[in-house]
């Protein structure tokens, strides 16, 4: 998810109506910063958390060897994954790049870490020039990514609503900017990454963006979905979104979804059922086929909601979709 800056008030109040929510429960990791919704929290306990968590990043341990590392004080709620083999880690994703990430890793694992992006959206690359392995895939988008962003042009992230409440965040908030990284080498659909007892593949995984990947733990029954699916409104809205691609890739991750056991988005919760990905195929089909009227939270826009998810479009864009155009 990314919010762009001209985002609703509404839609805004909406991710972040569980805010005022004070979480209570057993382990308060850091009190004084609280979570943007408990909600989202609460589930997430479900995956106890560990001791590596600080009072930024909230990592819980999914599955043996796989944690989620949280940023749940800021409204993106975005998830980093490290998965630990016996001879290498990968992370999957840097996050937002408002605290150290690497500290954070290095409490989790002593192996050599790549990095792999789900795609090259701020939220996922904030941390990318902390890490000397990076791999990237080799589109015209994520080679503009690597500029990263100057603070004007992510200032909307880092300012008090966005931080749910949260003062004393523990970075320069006045300062922040997304860093430029650079790749230590392409990355292609198909390759493998074998991190000793643990193989993963990646997937293309076009439609949010075009450099979007799923990440494939075949033996495991695992599936990361980068932002082709997590709890909160799915963004297709923003021009470098293409539907075609988004609603051909959904419906090959909804293939696997019999192989899985778990989906593991990018967003909000740190676990999904895999049966939420044929929805969100079924539910791309019938937005396609006009058979849904949807709400309109902002001019421009058309909010789809289903049960458990749902999908914000920008309203030409599936108006021209309707009618069999990839464009407006
Ligand atoms: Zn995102």
Redesign the pocket.
């Known amino acids: 998810?990314?919010l762009p800056a001209h985002l609703s008030d509404l839609l805004r109040r909406t991710l972040l109506v569980a805010c005022a929510a004070v979480f209570t429960g057993p382990t308060a990791v850091a009190a004084e910063l609280q979570r943007c919704s408990a909600a989202h929290f609460a589930d997430n306990m479900r995956a106890p958390l560990v001791a590596a968590s600080d009072d930024w990043f909230d990592v819980h341990a999914v599955e043996p060897g796989v944690f989620a590392l949280v940023e749940s004080r800021q409204q993106?709620e975005?998830i980093s994954w490290l998965v630990v083999g016996t001879t290498r880690a990968l992370l999957f994703d840097t996050g937002m790049g408002m605290r150290p990430l690497r500290p954070v890793v290095a409490r989790l694992t002593t192996l050599p870490v790549t990095v792999l992006n789900?795609?090259t959206?701020l939220?996922?690359v904030g941390g990318n020039a902390e890490f000397s392995d990076v791999r990237a895939m080799p589109t015209a988008f994520t080679r503009a990514n690597m500029r990263g962003k100057t603070h004007a042009q992510v200032a909307d992230e880092a300012a008090p609503a966005a931080l749910c409440g949260n003062t004393a965040v523990g970075f320069d908030t006045a300062a922040y900017h997304i860093r430029p990284w650079t790749s230590a080498g392409n990355l292609r659909p198909g390759d493998t990454f074998d991190l000793g007892g643990r193989t993963l593949e990646v997937i293309a995984a076009p439609g949010?963006t075009a450099d979007a990947i799923a990440l494939h733990d075949r033996a495991a029954g695992l599936l990361w979905t980068?932002?082709t699916f997590?709890a909160g409104p799915i963004?297709l809205f923003m021009p470098e979104t293409d539907l075609d691609a988004y609603l051909a890739t959904i419906t090959k991750l909804a293939a696997l979804a019999p192989s899985l056991r778990r989906v593991l988005p990018?967003?909000n919760t740190v676990s999904a059922a895999p049966s939420m990905l044929a929805s969100v195929r079924d539910a791309m089909r019938a937005i396609r086929a006009g058979a849904l009227a949807g709400t309109t939270p902002a001019p421009g826009q058309r909010l789809y909601s289903f049960d458990g998810f749902s999908v914000l479009v920008a309203q030409a864009t599936v108006t021209a979709w309707q009618a069999g155009r990839a464009r407006p």
């Open positions: 998810m990314l993106q975005v789900s795609h959206h939220d996922h949010h980068g932002d997590y963004w990018a967003h």
